[in-house]
């Protein structure tokens, strides 16, 4: 009987709990300010793009960066907070390719011939992946012996026309970010 009663009043002191609102809780300040980092702040091929030189070269804001290095290749990928796409990647790696070989070996089939970038450069339509939309490469052998790709991903949906007109855009960009001269 005793074990019966001390489990009833267990239970009378749990319930009497419940009824209760709980104290709200006190304020710890203002809220914390958000701070967003450059993207260079990544590191890698990161150091070589800015959101906002990004931005006024192509038209597209992006808050998020992160690199990455495989063997001897630096990349970046720049994304807005919310999205995949679209999708900002920049790859560079050290090459001993000569303007020849670059345009025998790296080139894609269809890429077209670009003036004015690196010693050797090339832009090209890319096919839509699975997940993604179309895209626009452009690629080019630097001034100081290294292979660069800058690669710009569409969200599934966009046409070639979209893409034909950023073209000309990368490139420009591809021109700011490529300072190692011929």
């Avoid at 090339?122 to 012996?145: F, H």
């Amino acid at each position: 009987m005793r074990r019966r009663l001390c489990l009833v009043g267990v239970g009378l002191l749990m319930l009497s709990g419940c009824g209760e609102d709980p104290a709200p809780a006190e304020p710890l300040g203002p809220a914390p300010k958000v701070v967003r980092l450059p993207a260079s702040a990544a590191g890698g091929a990161c150091q070589l793009l800015e959101y906002q030189v990004v931005e006024q070269a192509i038209g597209t804001q992006f808050e998020v960066s992160a690199a990455s290095r495989h063997g001897r290749t630096d990349t970046c990928v720049l994304r807005a907070e919310a999205a995949a796409r679209p999708e900002l990647a920049l790859s560079v790696t050290p090459t001993t390719a000569d303007t020849a070989i670059f345009a025998d070996e790296v080139v894609p089939s269809g890429g077209k011939s670009v003036k004015g970038l690196g010693k050797a450069a090339y832009q090209s339509a890319v096919a839509a992946a699975k997940g993604s939309g179309i895209g626009v490469e452009v690629g080019w052998l630097t001034g100081d012996k290294r292979l660069a790709s800058l690669r710009y991903t569409f969200p599934t949906g966009a046409d070639r026309a979209t893409a034909d007109a950023l073209t000309p855009k990368l490139v420009a960009l591809a021109k700011k970010i490529d300072t190692s001269g011929r």
